[in-house]
């Protein structure tokens, strides 16, 4: 479950501590308030959830764009009567922060409907009006789709709904063809936008929604099962309500190379868990390939847990033994202890619990970088500029999670450094022309504040994706 994050962190982050030092480091200040899911804003700054679950915490890095020396800040608590646990959560291509639903809130098992919205600029969160048809969300899948809105499945039954952040506003979506209902799963944006789940209830099916179709389709099956029952029987929710949990699986990433890396939890009767990869086919319809990949050692497994895609192409996997594993395409890795939300950071490091960073060997492919076409040759502090180019949103959505708890990082950060001091900027990114990933030689485009207190002169710029950065261009800060 979910409120393991809290649980057993500080078993763990003495075994961190103890691993590996030249692949996991502490970080030199440590939050305050405890550090649980996160989020990379688009001013370069990590957001936290606190222990207390609605406080919030943020790491800014210190002027040399260093995360591991970075220091931390209070941010505002959520609105009075939402403390959630396990919600549906997406950075928006406006630069604000969603969370939906929660299966606790307060710590109580409620499924709520409640949401919330972060805007960074004003430090502030507002309440979110929940869809009028939805008494219960939970803990549910989601994902931003490519024109910017944000879909979420309601985990009791097969229907889904749509968030317009222009106008807050729910629409229902059509879910036609849905096999199960999305309790549990996750679901994975792919290049060609579709979305992939493979199945708790329904397992080993797999199905993916294809948007143009407004219709779930079958993805095949992932050969081996990868979801684990549940332990528990009927769960009351509502003071009336039966939920009967299918189980767990574990997250799956999108690969440079255009697989999918499916990670599973230990099936019943069994004491190794599994691994698929997904190859899609050559249309949004076509159910495309499965074949097995690694197992986990036994006793282990990645069901409920994080996942991130490194810098190198390998995906970082936690499991619920607390060990890391790092997936090379072929060969599931041992790593160091690392416990709780995998994320990557601009700086290509994987940031684990809010609490170290991990470091990967090796390094990215320059054709996976995003590309800078068109930006001014010279900014004004406190103004707002467009700039346009290829692959600003990263090859994949590069986080992921058995099912909630979404983080992730496709969208553009742009980072200014001076030249004359090397001092670091991040200028807020806001207006993302997509939110697809994998985009190729299409031109895109986002806006970006000047911050109104950087250092001026000559300058060099980055756009950074998923942790992979653009070739600098010249540039001047006036």
Known sequence: MPRRLFAIALILLTLASLSLAQTLKRLKNQSPGGA????????????FQGGG???WWKLTPDNTGSYLNGTWSRLANLPAGYVPDAFASAVLADGRLVIVGGEYNNGAFVLTNQGAIYDPKANTWTSLTPPSFWPYIGDSPSVVLPNGKFLVGNKLVKQMAVLDPATLTWSKVSS???SDFNAEEGWTLMPDGTILTFDVKDAPNSEKYVLAMRQWVTAGSTIVDLHSPSPFGCLDYGGLHCYQPPGEVGPAILRPDG?????????????TAHTAIYTPGPTPS???TWTVGPDFPAGDEAGDSFAALLPNGNVLV??????????????????PAGFGSLMVLPTGEVIVGGTDLYTSTGTYDPAWAPTITNVPSTLTRGSTFKISGT???GLSQAAAFGDEYETATNYPLVRITNNATGHVFYARTHDHSTMAVATGGKIVSTNFDVPAGMETGASSLEVVANGIPSQPVSITVN
Do not use: C, H, W
């Not at 997936?327 to 041992?334: A, H, I, K, V």
């Open 36 to 47: 649980g899911i996160g989020f990379v804003l688009t001013d370069g700054t990590a957001m």
């Open 53 to 55: 679950e609605s406080d």
């Open 176 to 178: 036609a063809g849905k």
């Open 259 to 271: 697989t999918v890396f499916a990670t599973g939890s230990t099936p019943k009767n069994q004491n």
């Open 286 to 288: 076509d159910p495309g």
């Open 318 to 335: 936690e499991g619920l033994s607390g060990r890391l594993y790092e997936f090379d395409g072929t060969n599931l890795n041992r790593g």
């Open 391 to 393: 692959q600003f949103n």
